[in-house]
């Protein structure tokens, strides 16, 4: 008689997603992994790519490799339309349905605007790699169109970046925007004194960094400050316009461009799967399994996962990626005819970097280091935690080169890009 092979279908190739899989490289299952793309990134390293300090290849890595190492593994490219949990189906925009006795949801975040008016139509994200790269290639588009301004003799449009959000993502851009005008574009658009192309942080909160220490939060905004970079605090933004970011309290801020980093929120599949929502993410029991469906499970930025004390876990990479491994637990007993267990989080700490030379990190027994040192930890993590020996490899290469020349390979514009939408 034929055993049936469980099949477990993971939504998502992100760091919780390809944990699950990881997970269960000796299971005796067949998987199915679903993304819209057929690659996973590396999202702490996207502010790299917009920079020019490393290439879309550094940060990527393609799925069907990470499925080789499966007996029984496939994938599929698409977005998920829908998920019927009683009949255990996933249907994919393309119309077809796909089957299940086990769903991981790990379909991450998206971008979150809070209804201020002109974020969707005048700022630029940078959630995944089209959107670092519409980044690189707007920077540059525009010091090409004040290079040939001021070869006419016309007077160049001003070039001013404003940054809204002063998280991790917000600070590292930041610091990378100043360091690839100074140190390279100036010397590539010698024509133009960038040194007055003024970089701003706008933070609606009273510091930088919120979910570190104070120590650090002061750390950051003084590097920061260090390398010309305004900081406003205490300014929530009220719109954005055409060349401005309006804060509420009426001030203008000019902006030939725009960056949104000023939070996420769940991916729209949360609200589709019709089971309950905790501030847009999806409730879960203690073992991460959706409420009355123990064969499905949330991880990750879409999953309201609460610590050891009561509040929700951050969106960043270290849940998603502890919650994975413990799914592929839970599955494995789950077949086995095991009983749940609870997911316990770990707090590893949390690092940010401002630029060459200046990072913070910190970890949960209360060491904290900056400067040179908490850079040099922030460099080794992200090197470990990239995906494939290749990709380590070629990021520690530019790093290198990057560091001895102050010269960044990755700025040119492969494609002639769109007027930007400000113009």
């Known amino acids: 008689m ?3 092979i469980p099949h477990v279908v993971v ?3 992100g760091f919780g997603g390809t944990r699950v899989v990881r997970g269960l490289r000796d299971a005796d299952v067949r998987i199915t992994v679903v993304d819209q793309h057929n690659f996973h990134t590396f999202q702490p390293l996207l502010y790299q790519v917009a920079t020019a300090g490393l290439d879309v290849g550094d940060i990527t890595f393609p799925v069907r490799t990470l499925l080789r190492k499966h007996r029984a593994a496939s994938f599929v490219m698409g977005s998920v339309s829908a998920v019927d949990l009683d009949d255990k189906t996933v249907t994919i925009d393309n119309g077809d349905v796909i089957s299940y006795d086990f769903l991981v949801v790990a379909a991450g975040s998206v971008s979150h605007s809070f209804g201020i008016p002109g974020v969707d139509e005048y700022a630029l994200e940078l959630k995944d790699v089209d959107d670092a790269v519409r980044l690189r290639n707007r920077l540059i588009a525009q010091l090409e169109r004040a ?3 001021m070869r ?3 007077a160049p449009d ?6 809204v959000g002063g998280g991790p993502t917000g600070v590292e851009t930041a610091g990378g925007m100043r360091e690839l005008v100074d140190k390279v574009l100036a010397k590539d658009y010698d024509e133009l004194d960038l040194r007055r192309m003024r970089i701003t942080v706008v933070e609606s909160g009273d510091r930088l960094l919120p979910g570190f220490h104070q120590q650090s939060s002061v750390s ?5 400050a260090g390398r010309n970079i305004d900081v406003r605090l205490d300014a929530p933004v009220g719109a954005i316009e055409p060349g401005a970011v309006v804060l509420r309290d009426g001030t203008r801020l000019a902006a030939s461009l725009v960056v949104w980093a000023a939070g996420v929120t769940a991916s729209p599949l949360a609200a589709a799967l019709g089971t309950p929502l905790e501030r847009g993410r999806v409730t879960v029991e203690p073992n991460l399994s959706l409420p009355g469906h123990p064969d499905a499970f949330a991880i990750g930025d879409i999953a309201a996962v609460h610590g050891a004390d009561g509040s929700l876990l951050p969106q960043v990479a270290q849940p998603a990626i502890q919650g994975g491994l413990h799914v592929a637990k839970e599955i494995v007993a789950a077949i086995g005819g095991g009983q749940p267990t609870a997911f316990g989080y770990h707090d590893k700490g949390s690092m940010a970097t401002i630029g060459r030379n200046q990072a913070v990190a910190e970890f949960p027994n209360g060491l904290r280091f900056r400067g040179f040192v908490g850079w040099v930890m922030w460099l080794g993590l992200h090197i470990l935690y990239l995906m494939g020996f290749r990709n380590r490899a070629s990021t520690l290469v530019n790093w290198s080169w990057n560091y001895l020349t102050y010269d960044r390979a990755a700025r040119v514009l492969a494609e002639r890009p769109p007027p930007p939408a400000n113009d």
Not at 158 to 163: Q, R, T
């Open 152 to 154: 006419r003799g016309d």
């Open 11 to 13: 939504i998502g190739a």
């Open 158 to 163: 001003e070039l001013a970046l404003v940054i």
């Open 2 to 4: 034929n055993r049936t």
């Open 147 to 149: 290079s040939q301004a």
């Open 220 to 224: 950051a905004a003084r590097a920061l």
